[in-house]
């Protein structure tokens, strides 16, 4: 039964009727003449809602063309689920007031509607972006019939969060199913009421405008920062430098309350770019930034380690475990157990420092260190530097990559990562120099490998850990002897994984190795360089 | 998807203010409901304002030259839908002669509006006819309105006989009294024993009460426009013993 809706709002240069005070219900009947044999008539009591829109931190839902809004009002509460015209896709009743958020999905009843957004949200929580009151009274437009052929409802919105303020009244039409043309004849009518106009943006972004915010907006989104080729080297990097404090600053809350996995994720990003920049490029900036700061970065990098190598094993353990063939899920329960309860310590320890006064100090002190560089006119230009590292660390890679053997240990393989990392990072940081196609395909060049050497360390790490955590059960005596059996089998799967990608290294490497892969990285070096 | 059917061999027994009021009370309860007036002579299109008429007439309907889903009209009450009559349905029977597996036709116009309804209402002209065995092969529950004498439950007999000799998919069958006239005593014995007696009698019967005649006036369900009638509260309760028997509530 879905229906597309038509969305007006009222202007600034509201009717005159409106300005003396008289509702819009009344101003629009008076003014929106329904010629022949339409009518307008009372719609529905009028009613108070509580409207919560929810998204996960990084705007899913709505690059998704989706908008999911929690409704309570006297009846209850519910979930509805809109597309990007308006129409409902899934409706989703809730026990009592609704669902205390932040959220995961698979906290949501099962159904249409969690069955719709569970791959569009993956493991990130929902949360309320926008929240407002609504007082929604409704007209019918009627034909000859008396017949309902459509139903006008006036919100008037009070935004209660990110802000407080107050939206223009928006007027939604709504046609009954089968009367379209009626539909478009009201819309018209509607419309040509001084004052009205079509309304370009859903209710969540007329919610949000009004606080001054925009929907799918991303803190520290580097291929946002501005450059130009002749730019000073150093203001572009105190620029890119500060788009990654924002994202990692926006991340803190969230890791701070532990609302999904990817807040400290995303922290852990912008503190690898961070590290990456200053130990490629920092030596553009005045002396003694890159030293003051490297260290304080690594202190940061290893406090947020312990508890991101936990989440990852608890994100992959339903894998895991259906990858058992001797052993019975229900065998790994202690391992769960012991890994959820290291990651609470790990976690307390992580939250402590982000707490802490030296982590306030740190992002005060660079957000103060990176504006007193933007001023700077001196040096290399951002296209030289650029030109310069990314030349350097594809001659790097290329080197480190060529001298590895069959019998190479697995810490060549590790050190290949690292120096393919810092390309991909110096390949992205200077992302608004290049050319986007260009860029894309080398990205995808070098992402393949990537994901080869990512693979096979992950596992060489897991087999290390899985290893050395099944001697710490084993000294706390928890452990039941079916549990390290199975976690055995666990890490011989991890093995078979770790081998998979070595047999593929090879060719991997080959393809990146190969003219036309490295005479893309190589233009990258030149762009702009001139 | 659970399918009604309101269905009689007699004209003039409750079946349209039965598909009506059921249909919309069904919608009530937060179901997505849709009401398929199959009577040329459109009263349930009526009842809800819609005017009795389909693009393409039956035919386009029964060959699938215009899908179901097109025709379909959205009436006041939230969460209920309607396919309207159109008068070309008179000639129903001779259409589904020219189509392959005629009594099975219903069945599968029906199939793609799965995902769109919770609920379909048949409301069947009176007749026993091709289209009248393909409703009987759609529906889940068949809703049998009778006046209380002897020979209309002879006829439900013969309708209980018949469904039985069905191949594969059978239709339960729960017929209830309409049009109950207190005053005569035939009438009221006849309500009384039966529903006792037979487990395919509802034991709710629907009184012959003027508000119900009252709905050409509103043109609207009596559920919606006196909820608090007597007729309202008998077809409350019928619509409990319906949806319960077929599995849509405890």
Same mark, same amino acid.
């Given at each position: 039964?879905?229906?597309?809706?038509?969305?007006?709002?009222?202007?600034?240069?509201?009717?005159?009727?409106?300005?003396?005070?008289?509702?819009?219900?009344?101003?629009?009947?008076?003014?929106?003449?329904?010629?022949?044999?339409?009518?307008?008539?009372?719609?529905?009591?009028?009613?108070?809602?509580?409207?919560?829109?929810?998204?996960?931190?990084?705007?899913?839902?709505?690059?998704?063309?989706?908008?999911?809004?929690?409704?309570?009002?006297?009846?209850?509460?519910?979930?509805?689920?809109?597309?990007?015209?308006?129409?409902?896709?899934?409706?989703?009743?809730?026990?009592?007031?609704?669902?205390?958020?932040?959220?995961?999905?698979?906290?949501?009843?099962?159904?249409?509607?969690?069955?719709?957004?569970?791959?569009?949200?993956?493991?990130?929580?929902?949360?309320?972006?926008?929240?407002?009151?609504?007082?929604?009274?409704?007209?019918?437009?009627?034909?000859?019939?008396?017949?309902?052929?459509?139903?006008?409802?006036?919100?008037?919105?009070?935004?209660?969060?990110?802000?407080?303020?107050?939206?223009?009244?928006?007027?939604?039409?709504?046609?009954?199913?089968?009367?379209?043309?009626?539909?478009?004849?009201?819309?018209?009518?509607?419309?040509?009421?001084?004052?009205?106009?079509?309304?370009?943006?859903?209710?969540?972004?007329?919610?949000?405008?009004?606080?001054?915010?925009?929907?799918?907006?991303?803190?520290?989104?580097?291929?946002?920062?501005?450059?130009?080729?002749?730019?000073?080297?150093?203001?572009?990097?105190? !620029?890119? $430098? /500060? =788009?990654?404090?924002?994202?990692?600053? +926006?991340? #803190?809350? %969230? @890791?701070?309350?532990?609302?999904?996995?990817?807040?400290?994720?995303?922290?852990?990003?912008?503190?690898?770019?961070?590290?990456?920049?200053?130990?490629?490029?920092?030596?553009?900036?005045?002396?003694?930034?890159?030293?003051?700061?490297?260290?304080?970065?690594?202190?940061?990098?290893?406090?947020?380690?312990?508890?991101?190598?936990?989440?990852?094993?608890?994100?992959?353990?339903?894998?895991?475990?259906?990858?058992?063939?001797?052993?019975?899920?229900?065998?790994?329960?202690?391992?769960?157990?012991?890994?959820?309860?290291?990651?609470?310590?790990?976690?307390?320890?992580?939250?402590?420092?982000?707490?802490?006064?030296?982590? !306030?100090? $740190? /992002? =005060?002190?660079?957000?103060?260190?990176? +504006?007193? #560089?933007? %001023? @700077?006119?001196?040096?290399?230009?951002?296209?030289?530097?650029?030109?310069?590292?990314?030349?350097?660390?594809?001659?790097?890679?290329?080197?480190?990559?060529?001298?590895?053997?069959?019998?190479?240990?697995?810490?060549?393989?590790?050190?290949?990562?690292?120096?393919?990392?810092?390309?991909?990072?110096?390949?992205?940081?200077?992302?608004?120099?290049?050319?986007?196609?260009?860029?894309?395909?080398?990205?995808?060049?070098?992402?393949?490998?990537?994901?080869?050497?990512?693979?096979?360390?992950?596992?060489?790490?897991?087999?290390?850990?899985?290893?050395?955590?099944?001697?710490?059960?084993?000294?706390?005596?928890?452990?039941? !002897?079916?549990?390290?059996?199975?976690?055995?089998?666990?890490? +011989?799967?991890?093995? %078979?994984?770790?081998?998979?990608?070595?047999?593929?290294?090879?060719?991997?490497?080959?393809?990146?190795?190969?003219?036309?892969?490295?005479?893309?990285?190589?233009?990258?070096?030149?762009?702009?360089?001139? | 998807?659970?399918?009604?059917?309101?269905?009689?061999?007699?004209?003039?027994?409750?079946?349209?203010?039965?598909?009506?009021?059921?249909?919309?009370?069904?919608?009530?309860?937060?179901?997505?409901?849709?009401?398929?007036?199959?009577?040329?002579?459109?009263?349930?299109?009526?009842?809800?304002?819609?005017?009795?008429?389909?693009?393409?007439?039956?035919?386009?309907?029964?060959?699938?030259?215009?899908?179901?889903?097109?025709?379909?009209?959205?009436?006041?009450?939230?969460?209920?839908?309607?396919?309207?009559?159109?008068?070309?349905?008179?000639?129903?029977?001779?259409?589904?002669?020219?189509?392959?597996?005629?009594?099975?036709?219903?069945?599968?116009?029906?199939?793609?509006?799965?995902?769109?309804?919770?609920?379909?209402?048949?409301?069947?002209?009176?007749?026993?006819?091709?289209?009248?065995?393909?409703?009987?092969?759609?529906?889940?529950?068949?809703?049998?309105?009778?006046?209380?004498?002897?020979?209309?439950?002879?006829?439900?007999?013969?309708?209980?006989?018949?469904?039985?000799?069905?191949?594969?998919?059978?239709?339960?069958?729960?017929?209830?009294?309409?049009?109950?006239?207190?005053?005569?005593?035939?009438?009221?014995?006849?309500?009384?024993?039966?529903?006792?007696?037979?487990?395919?009698?509802?034991?709710?019967?629907?009184?012959?009460?003027?508000?119900?005649?009252?709905?050409?006036?509103?043109?609207?369900?009596?559920?919606?426009?006196?909820?608090?009638?007597?007729?309202?509260?008998?077809?409350?309760?019928?619509?409990?013993?319906?949806?319960?028997?077929?599995?849509?509530?405890?």
């Amino acid at each position: 039964m879905a229906s597309s809706t038509r969305d007006f709002v009222l202007e600034h240069s509201t009717p005159a009727a409106l300005k003396a005070g008289s509702d819009v219900l009344t101003v629009v009947v008076d003014s929106a003449s329904l010629n022949g044999d339409l009518s307008w008539a009372n719609g529905a009591p009028a009613r108070t809602w509580r409207r919560s829109w929810l998204d996960t931190f990084d705007w899913r839902l709505y690059r998704a063309g989706l908008t999911l809004e929690q409704i309570a009002g006297r009846d209850g509460a519910e979930l509805l689920l809109t597309g990007r015209d308006g129409e409902v896709l899934a409706t989703q009743r809730l026990t009592g007031s609704g669902t205390p958020w932040p959220a995961l999905v698979s906290r949501l009843p099962a159904g249409p509607l969690r069955e719709l957004i569970e791959p569009v949200a993956g493991i990130r929580a929902l949360a309320p972006v926008a929240r407002a009151t609504s007082r929604v009274t409704e007209l019918r437009a009627l034909n000859a019939d008396a017949k309902t052929v459509a139903r006008l409802a006036v919100d008037r919105m009070a935004v209660t969060f990110p802000a407080r303020a107050a939206a223009l009244p928006r007027l939604t039409l709504t046609p009954v199913r089968g009367y379209g043309r009626l539909t478009d004849r009201v819309g018209r009518a509607v419309a040509g009421v001084a004052g009205v106009a079509a309304s370009r943006g859903t209710a969540l972004e007329a919610a949000l405008a009004v606080t001054g915010r925009r929907a799918g907006e991303l803190p520290g989104k580097a291929a946002a920062v501005e450059l130009s080729a002749p730019m000073p080297a150093a203001r572009a990097l105190a !620029a890119i $430098l /500060t =788009a990654q404090l924002d994202s990692l600053e +926006a991340n #803190v809350p %969230g @890791t701070v309350r532990d609302i999904d996995t990817e807040f400290l994720h995303d922290l852990r990003i912008a503190v690898r770019w961070t590290r990456s920049a200053l130990k490629l490029c920092g030596s553009v900036l005045p002396a003694g930034i890159a030293g003051e700061f490297r260290p304080q970065f690594r202190w940061l990098g290893d406090l947020t380690t312990p508890t991101r190598d936990l989440d990852v094993y608890l994100l992959e353990f339903d894998a895991m475990a259906a990858g058992l063939i001797g052993a019975a899920v229900s065998d790994l329960a202690p391992f769960r157990d012991y890994l959820e309860r290291s990651r609470a310590a790990e976690y307390r320890k992580l939250s402590r420092g982000l707490r802490s006064s030296r982590f !306030a100090r $740190l /992002t =005060a002190d660079w957000r103060a260190a990176l +504006a007193g #560089v933007r %001023g @700077t006119r001196k040096g290399p230009t951002v296209a030289q530097l650029a030109a310069e590292r990314i030349a350097t660390a594809q001659r790097k890679a290329l080197r480190t990559g060529q001298r590895i053997t069959a019998a190479s240990p697995p810490t060549s393989l590790h050190d290949l990562r690292k120096r393919c990392k810092e390309l991909r990072y110096l390949v992205e940081m200077f992302g608004p120099l290049h050319d986007p196609a260009q860029r894309w395909q080398a990205v995808r060049e070098l992402k393949a490998l990537q994901d080869c050497l990512g693979a096979f360390q992950d596992a060489e790490v897991q087999r290390t850990e899985i290893r050395m955590l099944a001697n710490r059960m084993l000294a706390d005596r928890t452990v039941p !002897a079916e549990t390290l059996l199975a976690m055995g089998e666990v890490a +011989a799967g991890l093995a %078979g994984r770790q081998h998979a990608a070595r047999a593929e290294f090879d060719s991997r490497f080959a393809a990146f190795a190969g003219p036309a892969s490295q005479a893309r990285l190589a233009s990258l070096g030149r762009a702009g360089a001139a | 998807m659970r399918i009604f059917a309101t269905y009689n061999i007699k004209g003039g027994v409750g079946k349209t203010a039965a598909a009506v009021n059921l249909s919309h009370l069904a919608a009530r309860d937060g179901h997505r409901v849709l009401l398929w007036d199959l009577d040329p002579q459109g009263a349930a299109s009526f009842l809800f304002r819609i005017k009795p008429r389909v693009k393409g007439g039956g035919k386009a309907l029964i060959r699938g030259t215009r899908s179901v889903g097109a025709a379909i009209k959205g009436t006041d009450y939230d969460g209920l839908d309607l396919l309207p009559a159109d008068f070309t349905y008179r000639n129903l029977d001779l259409l589904l002669d020219s189509a392959k597996r005629p009594e099975r036709r219903l069945a599968s116009l029906l199939t793609p509006l799965k995902a769109e309804y919770d609920v379909i209402f048949l409301d069947c002209p009176p007749s026993i006819s091709l289209l009248s065995e393909s409703v009987l092969h759609a529906a889940g529950l068949l809703l049998v309105p009778l006046i209380p004498t002897t020979l209309s439950v002879r006829t439900l007999d013969q309708l209980t006989e018949f469904v039985a000799g069905f191949a594969g998919h059978r239709p339960d069958v729960l017929a209830f009294f309409s049009m109950i006239d207190r005053r005569k005593r035939l009438h009221t014995s006849i309500a009384a024993e039966l529903p006792v007696a037979r487990s395919d009698f509802a034991s709710t019967a629907i009184g012959a009460l003027s508000v119900i005649e009252q709905m050409s006036v509103h043109r609207a369900p009596v559920t919606a426009f006196a909820p608090r009638s007597v007729a309202a509260r008998q077809y409350g309760e019928l619509w409990q013993e319906a949806s319960a028997r077929a599995g849509l509530t405890g």
